[in-house]
């Protein structure tokens, strides 16, 4: 099993444009979740989805949109990407959101850079 | 909203010693307890999972505990090794919220 993966690993672009990252996970899990990662603060949630076809906003959303395509995918899109929104991007899945011991796991990450 | 509170920031031992790495939480209704590796420039690998109704876990060199009512947690990682070094994140998930609330974590290195 690959676990949780991500697309791109890496990423610059110019304030302005456009992109979403990727993520997919193979272990038949409900729930996926979209976190980013700043240097000196703990990693924040942007928007989660806690089944296929449902998703809500985390602590972070400003400047985000999501999709959970199926039940094995979640993509986060950058309308128009600010230099704030430079960042490492954390996709994680888990068998169910809240409500029981539910494990959370994390894909490799995406390094985006907004120039 | 919960916040998550990991001291000491960095933290240096030679390799063999036992080592404790504390983690605090401000609200007590935590549903669960997790720690977390990671290596630089990689994603979170999970260590340990503690539920709330449980006071430890075991793997290994590695034991976590949780006190909800002191707001406490702590990883306790026996006869450290090289290999053991990186930045160790604890997260809370909180009773009836979906996320996890994070740690901004401790870098761990062990001197060989």
């Known amino acids: 099993n690959a676990g949780v993966t991500q697309t791109p690993k890496f990423q610059v672009l110019k304030t302005g444009q456009s992109m979403t990252l990727q993520c997919a996970q193979d272990?038949?899990?409900?729930?996926m979740y979209w976190y980013r990662q700043d240097p000196g603060m703990g990693l924040r949630l942007i928007y989660y989805s806690a089944s296929e076809g449902t998703t809500d906003k985390g602590e972070v959303p400003n400047g985000y949109n999501v999709s959970r395509l199926n039940k094995r995918e979640f993509s986060l899109r950058l309308e128009s990407a600010a230099p704030s929104q430079t960042s490492v991007y954390f996709c994680?899945?888990?068998?169910?959101?809240?409500?029981?011991?539910?494990?959370?796991?994390f894909g490799p990450g995406t390094r985006l850079t907004v120039t | 909203k919960q916040e998550v509170t990991q001291i000491p920031a960095a933290l240096s031992v030679p390799e063999g010693e036992n080592l404790v790495l504390n983690c605090s939480f401000t609200?007590?209704?935590?549903?669960?307890l997790q720690w977390f590796r990671q290596d630089p420039g990689k994603g979170l690998t999970s260590l340990l999972l503690i539920q709330s109704s449980q006071r430890e876990q075991t793997s290994g060199r590695l034991n976590a505990s949780l006190d909800k009512s002191s707001g406490r947690s702590t990883l306790y990682i026996a006869a450290s090794q090289p290999g053991d070094s990186a930045t160790y994140l604890c997260?809370?998930?909180?009773?009836?919220?979906?996320?996890?609330?994070f740690g901004t974590g401790t870098r761990l290195t062990v001197i060989p």
């Open positions: 994680a899945s888990s068998e169910a959101a809240g409500g029981g011991p539910y494990e959370q796991y």
């Open positions: 997260a809370g998930l909180q009773t009836g919220a979906n996320n996890l609330f």
């Open positions: 272990m038949n899990h409900n729930s």
């Open positions: 609200d007590s209704a935590i549903y669960n």
